[in-house]
Structure formats: structure tokens, C-alpha cells
């Protein structure tokens, strides 16, 4: 069957469009993609204002044509933690459902670590045993820790490379006072979130997904043969580290001209390494693999599991 996954997230909507059935690997067909970055648009009571809804119907419309047009058997569509947390979130997503016929689910922050680790774990394979991973989106930071398919903990954290951008990084680019400040915050949000995990075993595999991670290990780390036709990607933190103070003395409009760095992630791409830094300082994490796949692979699986 031909799914499409749609995915209205804090700095995207994106399309995914895929074949597959039970007991086989989705192979991508299409896919479609809007830069929303919609943390520009809250009002200071947290409500996404007119401007940003109307980018939101925009893109979520552009997309449901373009799903209609792939020829798709079934639409699973779902909304993240922008419009999670907007003041006027309900709001949203009624005339989201009114006006396009699209009715999104809004997953948790628990959720999308959950059906991300899935993900994850489906393309390591058991052998990766335990794992722990990282997931950077544009609102939250997803952490999760488990042996099986489905984590032993999960745990979201208000740490998006987005939303830290908006709160602590004005200025492009950003002052060394400024990004000094983000690290001190995510240093103390992950040190009341770390007790969590304390009770578990060491994980025998690091993993970090989302484009923020593939992006920063395209500029600051590694690539080898993996598995097939796939390449293997990876990332130390000391590399990441070396970078970050070069990274953030560039303007965002001069980041596309380096080795990953795309256009719909340069804005925010400074708070994202920082972010990753300190979660993988505060995990006592040295390197960590890059997963391809990430949450709508997550729901993909999901939804063919319930069909076998």
C-alpha cells in the first residue's frame, strides 16, 4: 500500500509518501516540504498569531494536493509540539480540519520519543542491544533508553533548536554571552531530567536523529560503508564542540555554504548543536550514530504493525 505521512512540526510540514506493507522496508516514492519555522510567529501569550495559521492551512493544503497527486491509499497525518503548545492550539487545528479536510493527531512528547526509539531500534536491529537516543525537533529535545522495542523511558524537553533559538539566541549571529547562556539552560534542564534514566543499564549503543543531528555530523563529523548501499554516520562530541564557536560567529544567511548545513535549518542550527553538546555532556556521551530514520518512519512502522 502507498502511505503518506504528514508531519506539521514546529519549523516544517513535511510530506513523506511511501510503499509498504507488513514485514517489509518503506521505500520512500515522494516527498514535499514547507520552511515554516513557526516558533517566529507566537504571540507573547503563546498563541500562533494570524500570519502563522495562515502558513500553516497554506503548507498543510499544498501538502494534502500533493499526497491526493502521489496516488496515496491512506494519510497519517500528525502535529508536533508547536501547535501542541500554542495557546490557541484547538484553535488550530479545527480550522486545519475545516479547511483542508486534514484532521492532524497531536502526539505527546512522551509519544514522539516512543514511536521515534521504534524507529531506531527497527534500523539497528537487536544487535544494537540497548540503546539511548537523542532527538533534536524545532520545539523539544526526545530522550529516550531501552533495550526492546519500546523504551524503558522517554522523556521530552522543552529544548527544540527552535524554541531555544527564539529565547536565547536573538541575535544573528548570536553573542558569545548569548550562546553561553542557551548552555547553561540546557545544562540545567537535562541535569533534573538525567535522574530519570539513572536506574538503567549503560546503553551499548548511542543514537541521534532528527535533520538538526544529520546536519550537525555532515559538518562536524564522519561518514563510513555501512550496511549495504547506506552509509554510516557519526559524531564525537569534541568535534561538535570545535565547531560551535565557529559556527556561531557566521549570520545564518552565510551557513548554507558549509557541508550539511541546509537553508530551512540554518536559523537554528547553532542552538541545535548546543543543545545536542550538553545532552550528550550530561549522558556522559562521547559519540554517537546518526539513525536515517526518525518519527515518521516511527508512525509508518506502527501503523503496519497494527495491520499484521
Do not use: C
Request: charged share 25%.
Amino acid at each position: 500500500m502507498r502511505l503518506g505521512v504528514l508531519d506539521v512540526g514546529s519549523n516544517t510540514v513535511h510530506l513523506l509518501v511511501v510503499d509498504a506493507h507488513p514485514g517489509a522496508r518503506p521505500i520512500p516514492t515522494a516527498s514535499h516540504k514547507a520552511v515554516l519555522r513557526l516558533m517566529r510567529y507566537l504571540e507573547p501569550d503563546g498563541a500562533i498569531n494570524d500570519e502563522g495559521v495562515a502558513a500553516i492551512l497554506a503548507a498543510v493544503g499544498d501538502a494534502a494536493d500533493a499526497a491526493k497527486d502521489a496516488g496515496i491509499d491512506e494519510l497519517l497525518p500528525f502535529a508536533t509540539s508547536a501547535i501542541r503548545e500554542a495557546a490557541n492550539g484547538e484553535e488550530v487545528l479545527a480550522r486545519v480540519a475545516r479547511e483542508t479536510g486534514v484532521e492532524l493527531q497531536v502526539l505527546s512528547g512522551d509519544d514522539e520519543a516512543r514511536l521515534t526509539f521504534l524507529a531506531v531500534r527497527r534500523w539497528y536491529g537487536w544487535s544494537a542491544e540497548r540503546i539511548l537516543l537523542f532527538d533534536i525537533g524545532g520545539g523539544s529535545l526526545e530522550i529516550a533508553n531501552g533495550g526492546d522495542e519500546v523504551p524503558d523511558v522517554a522523556r521530552s524537553l522543552p529544548l527544540g533548536a527552535g524554541r531555544s533559538t527564539v529565547a536565547f539566541l536573538p541575535d544573528d549571529p548570536p553573542s558569545p554571552d548569548q550562546v553561553a547562556a542557551l548552555r547553561t539552560h540546557a545544562a540545567e534542564v537535562l541535569a533534573a531530567a538525567v535522574g530519570d534514566f539513572g536506574h538503567l543499564p549503560s546503553p551499548d549503543h548511542v543514537v541521534g536523529s532528527s535533520k538538526t543531528i544529520r546536519s550537525l555530523a555532515r559538518l562536524a563529523g564522519w561518514t563510513e560503508e555501512g550496511v549495504g548501499s547506506e552509509e554510516r554516520s557519526m559524531l564525537r562530541r569534541k568535534g561538535l564542540d570545535d565547531w560551535i564557536p565557529r559556527l556561531a560567529r557566521i549570520p545564518a544567511d552565510a551557513r548554507p555554504a558549509l557541508p550539511g548545513i541546509t537553508a530551512d535549518r540554518t536559523f537554528q542550527i547553532v542552538a541545535g548543536a548546543v543543545v545536542l553538546s550538553e545532552a550528550m555532556r550530561a549522558f556522559d556521551v562521547n559519540e554517537l550514530d546518526v539513525s536515517p530514520w526518525a518519527l515518521r518512519e516511527g508512525l509508518i512502522l506502527r501503523r503496519l504493525d497494527r495491520m499484521s
